[in-house]
């Protein structure tokens, strides 16, 4: 079967330091990775997807990057922190050409 | 431009009485409709999909909803809510033609009273 493991659950820090949430599928191969964030009351925003390996697509410019160094890693950075920056953030995965999504447990991030 | 409107942002009900999250779409193309659970900080649940067949699907927890073409709406129901049931519902829509990209309602909350 196939898991999806994202981590850490949260994280505290401060303004202008960098960001790394790391993300890994297991039990697939050449999955759809998505990243998205959710801040408080509000939908969930697409930030990055990737169909392949070194494909990264953003979805919103912002502060973020994301990288996939390997067919079911997927990283989610920053350079510096800003206080907007403040979420919650998803990792995902889908088949390709597959129509739902699954979902990591999330990385509650407060940048303080 | 797709998108997904969830008409109500929150939904008080007691328990053991029944409930229906409301989500419409809009799109010009065929489409995959989803219905998404989030408990307090967790990850998404998938909870029922409807991609073709009948239009009524049955999904976990007692829950089904129903895919209305017409009117383009998928609402959620459950005849008798429980007090677990209390969490954030999302509706999902994913054009026909699209390999990866899923629109997104703003969530629903459903508040079950004692």
């Known amino acids: 079967s196939q898991t999806i493991h994202q981590w850490p659950a949260t994280l505290v820090q401060p303004v202008g330091s960098p960001l790394s949430l790391e993300c890994t599928v297991e039990?697939?191969?050449?999955?759809?990775l998505y990243w998205y964030r959710q801040a408080a009351g509000r939908g969930l925003q697409l930030l990055f997807y990737?169909?392949?390996?070194?494909?990264i697509s953003s979805e919103v410019p912002q502060n973020l990057s994301a990288s996939r160094p390997q067919d079911r890693q997927f990283i989610l950075s920053s350079k510096k922190l800003l206080l907007s920056d403040s979420g919650f953030y998803l990792c995902?995965?889908?088949?390709?050409?597959?129509?739902?999504?699954?979902f990591g447990q999330g990385t509650r991030l407060t940048v303080v | 431009a797709q998108s997904v409107t969830q008409l109500d942002s929150q939904v008080p009900v007691f328990e053991e009485a029944p409930v229906e999250l409301r989500c419409n779409y809009s799109?010009?193309?065929?489409?995959?409709l989803f219905w998404y659970v989030q408990y307090p900080n967790q990850g998404l649940q998938l909870l029922l999909k409807?991609?073709?067949?009948s239009t009524l699907v049955k999904g976990i927890n007692g829950f089904e909803a129903e895919f209305n073409k017409s009117q383009t709406s998928f609402h959620l129901r459950k005849p008798s809510v429980h007090i677990s049931d209390t969490a954030e519902y999302f509706c999902?829509?994913?054009?026909?033609?699209?390999?990866?990209?899923?629109?997104w309602g703003a969530g629903t909350k459903l508040i079950i009273k004692p």
């Open positions: 999902a829509v994913r054009r026909g033609d699209s390999n990866y990209q899923l629109i």
């Open positions: 799109s010009s193309v065929s489409v995959y």
């Open positions: 409807y991609l073709s067949g």
């Open positions: 039990g697939t191969s050449n999955p759809n």
């Open positions: 990737s169909v392949g390996i070194g494909q």
């Open positions: 995902a995965w889908s088949r390709s050409g597959n129509t739902e999504a699954f």
